[in-house]
């Protein structure tokens, strides 16, 4: 099931007044899904010693979002400068957070050791020489290459560009040794969206094995490892959500085994972004025009600068027509967007009640990897975000941009450089 009853039964009653209030189109976050989500996530876990989730901040990159993960315990996992500021800006600092960029350069090593460091997580063994100070504890990200396949998204480690190759593992922390590292960790990234549990616990099973390879080489014991993200939501109405607690006991006697043959155990990381926000949010949109041509379209007022999935990756999300029971007569449509490119729809060849100008559309699961995906091309411009709260207030948690916004950047010092001859 995409959208919980739950959000539903809280959300429906009142999104006529929200759009009335607010105007569409916005993105509305269900606070009391995505703290029941966390407090699952806890519960599945609380065998495994030293549990802890890092938000993967750039999934649903809002304040008020990541006050809530901090609140809840969790860490932040962020891949970017502007990532670091907003988890350190709401008092997040050193463990608190994992920095996981790739393609790293000089300024994201300066940010990630200010103001009182954080996990740095490295993606090459080029960079250990690059870190302007190295820090005591340093994790790298593994990548399996041929040892792991299957995964839909993220598809052949061999291809993707992130982490160290299996034959560059020992070789790296060694590396990181010489320039000083003390304190170890070790994570991993290889599914994206996956309902598969085994895939995960296959996840654990290998970082596990590959800390036993690290300390057989070269005596380290791991603090931690971190098995990433890509937990998977069900888009569809048709798929099963992932099997968090089969998933959870089978990960717990990994660590258990370990514990048993070692004497000691790494704690476990993980940074889901999708499976904490993507089901807790969702797209409201008006429709306001209806076109019938060689196929019926329903013009509504977002478009792909709000949501990129389904132009991006082809992907599903459901759509609920506001006050139109799944009774009602339905019609084949096209759900598109304004933007002049033939790939802003949100849905293709879709049966949906019969829509008319004026109805509101629920678009499922924007979460995560929704607004912030976001782009202005073409001068279309990104909607506003609202939370509603577990007292069932409503806030505005980041307005719509503005035209404004959009001419900000043009707006700058004058700067006429006259390159020099030969
Ligand atoms: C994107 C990303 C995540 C989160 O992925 P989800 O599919 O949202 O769980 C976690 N870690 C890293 C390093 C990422 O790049």
Redesign the pocket.
């Known amino acids: 099931m995409p959208m919980s009853q739950g959000f539903k039964d809280r959300l429906i009653p009142i999104v006529d007044q929200l759009a009335a209030h607010f105007g569409t189109p916005f993105h509305v976050y269900d606070e009391v899904g995505i703290r029941e989500t966390g407090e699952a996530l806890k519960q599945a876990f609380s065998g495994v010693a030293g549990f802890r989730e890092y938000y ?1 901040v ?2 649903l990159p809002n304040p008020r979002i990541l006050q809530l993960m901090f609140e809840m315990g969790f860490g932040a ?1 962020c ?1 970017s400068i502007p990532e670091l500021l907003m988890s350190r800006e709401l008092g997040a600092r050193g463990e608190d957070i994992m920095f ?1 960029s790739n393609n790293t350069d000089r300024a994201e090593f300066q940010a990630a050791a200010a103001d009182g460091g954080c996990v740095l997580n490295l993606d090459d063994i080029s960079l250990i020489d690059k870190v302007p100070e190295f820090p005591e504890l340093v994790c790298f ?1 593994y990548n399996p290459g041929p040892r792991r396949t299957g995964n839909l998204i993220i598809g052949n480690p061999v291809e993707a560009k992130y982490g160290v190759s299996d034959e560059q593992v020992v070789a790296a922390y060694r590396k990181a040794q010489e320039r000083g590292a003390t304190r170890f960790g070790l994570h991993t ?1 290889v599914a ?2 996956e309902l598969d549990y085994t895939y995960m616990v296959e996840t654990a099973r290998m970082v596990l094995e590959m800390t036993e390879q690290v300390e057989k080489a070269l005596g380290i014991r791991f603090e931690f490892v971190n098995i ?4 998977g939501i069900p888009y569809r109405p048709e798929q099963e959500p992932l099997n968090l607690t089969a998933m959870a006991e089978e990960i717990t006697a990994q660590f258990e085994a370990f514990q048993q043959k070692h004497g000691y155990v790494p704690r476990m990381y993980m ?5 904490m926000t ?1 089901p807790h949010g969702c797209l409201v949109t008006t429709a306001i025009n209806h076109k019938d041509t060689y196929r019926q379209y329903i013009g509504v007022d977002a478009c792909m600068s709000a949501l990129m999935r389904p132009a991006l990756y082809q992907a599903y999300h459901h759509i609920d027509v506001v006050g139109k029971p799944d009774s009602a007569p339905t019609e084949v449509y096209d759900v598109v967007g304004s933007l002049c490119e033939n790939n802003d729809k949100f849905a293709v060849q879709r049966e949906l009640p019969q829509i008319e100008e004026g109805d509101l559309l629920v678009i499922h699961d924007t979460g ?2 929704g607004h912030a995906m976001g782009f202005q091309y073409n001068g279309r411009l990104r909607p506003k975000e609202l939370l509603l709260r577990t007292d069932g207030s409503v806030e505005l948690i980041r307005r719509e941009e503005t035209v404004a916004d959009y001419f900000a950047t043009l707006t700058f010092d004058a700067d006429n450089f006259k390159p020099t001859a030969g």
């Open positions: 993967a750039k999934a996992d891949s996981t990200r990234m994206s969206n990433g993200g890509g937990f940074e889901s972004g999708r499976f993507g995560a990897h």
